[in-house]
């Protein structure tokens, strides 16, 4: 079976012509709003969307802090993560991605629209300075999506062990952090199927500097990963109750 991912590359061949215009409007934030340059990436989730018979379903929104930065921490399940984030977070975020994966066409202009952080995982030093830039651009207001996980690892929806370094620039920031249920994302790009798929996005209630400050971050990751492995459970076990997972503080 032909793979959707390829399946929307071919469909949207007649919309080549944005990669050029999100590349200058990423090199021209001085023309262009940062909410502009989010809407021209909004534009291109949803050019996917359709011929890849996706939908997603957002929830929680309401838990999203209404003022000042954050850090959001999702399960990692594919190539679409972000992508289902982005579409349900109306406010501009931007993402922190492998820097070996972040520089083929589409890929680079889509995350320079959003003036995206790579981060080289082999590299110590350069990781520890792109986390300082995102503690400092989280305490101007910024929101980032982070992928504790550090990769996708194909289990579907289940974790894996979520990593501490991940949540080091929310911790010097002093920022909350927002931890992000993803559910059937995997199904999106990663299976050679061209059936309509649903995803869900749960925000759940953040973690504010006053629930983790004496918490190291062993301890924060430990925790953010229990809260979306109790909502995937609940989902594998046919228990989960949209209105109600986002309300609870467990």
């Given at each position: 079976?032909?793979?959707?991912?390829?399946?929307?590359?071919?469909?949207?061949?007649?919309?080549?012509?944005?990669?050029?215009?999100?590349?200058?409007?990423?090199?021209?934030?001085?023309?262009?709003?940062?909410?502009?340059?989010?809407?021209?990436?909004?534009?291109?989730?949803?050019?996917?969307?359709?011929?890849?018979?996706?939908?997603?379903?957002?929830?929680?929104?309401?838990?999203?802090?209404?003022?000042?930065?954050?850090?959001?921490?999702?399960?990692?399940?594919?190539?679409?993560?972000?992508?289902?984030?982005?579409?349900?977070?109306?406010?501009?975020?931007?993402?922190?991605?492998?820097?070996?994966?972040?520089?083929?066409?589409?890929?680079?202009?889509?995350?320079?629209?959003?003036?995206?952080?790579?981060?080289?995982?082999?590299?110590?030093?350069?990781?520890?300075?792109?986390?300082?830039?995102?503690?400092?651009?989280?305490?101007?207001?910024?929101?980032?999506?982070?992928?504790?996980?550090?990769?996708?690892?194909?289990?579907?929806?289940?974790?894996?062990?979520?990593?501490?370094?991940?949540?080091?620039?929310?911790?010097?920031?002093?920022?909350?952090?927002?931890?992000?249920?993803?559910?059937?994302?995997?199904?999106?790009?990663?299976?050679?199927?061209?059936?309509?798929?649903?995803?869900?996005?749960?925000?759940?209630?953040?973690?504010?500097?006053?629930?983790?400050?004496?918490?190291?971050t062993t301890e924060i990751?430990?925790?953010?990963?229990?809260?979306?492995?109790?909502?995937?459970?609940?989902y594998k076990a046919g228990?989960?109750?949209?209105?109600?997972?986002?309300?609870?503080?467990?």
């Amino acid at each position: 079976m032909f793979s959707r991912f390829y399946h929307v590359i071919l469909r949207n061949l007649h919309h080549i012509y944005m990669i050029p215009q999100m590349g200058y409007m990423a090199k021209h934030p001085e023309k262009y709003s940062e909410q502009q340059r989010y809407e021209k990436d909004l534009l291109c989730i949803k050019r996917m969307c359709k011929p890849g018979h996706i939908t997603t379903e957002g929830y929680g929104m309401e838990n999203l802090p209404k003022e000042g930065g954050y850090i959001l921490t999702p399960n990692h399940q594919g190539k679409y993560d972000a992508l289902s984030i982005m579409i349900t977070h109306k406010a501009p975020c931007s993402i922190v991605m492998d820097k070996e994966k972040s520089n083929v066409p589409l890929t680079k202009q889509f995350l320079d629209l959003v003036q995206g952080k790579r981060m080289d995982t082999n590299d110590v030093r350069q990781s520890m300075k792109i986390i300082k830039e995102m503690s400092e651009e989280a305490k101007q207001g910024r929101k980032f999506i982070i992928f504790p996980e550090g990769g996708y690892f194909h289990n579907g929806n289940d974790t894996t062990v979520f990593k501490p370094g991940a949540f080091k620039s929310a911790v010097w920031a002093k920022c909350p952090i927002v931890p992000v249920v993803l559910i059937n994302s995997y199904m999106c790009f990663e299976y050679h199927s061209l059936k309509p798929v649903k995803t869900f996005v749960y925000y759940l209630k953040p973690l504010y500097y006053e629930d983790y400050k004496d918490m190291n971050t062993t301890e924060i990751a430990d925790l953010v990963q229990g809260k979306i492995q109790s909502v995937l459970d609940s989902y594998k076990a046919g228990t989960l109750i949209p209105e109600n997972v986002c309300q609870t503080e467990s």
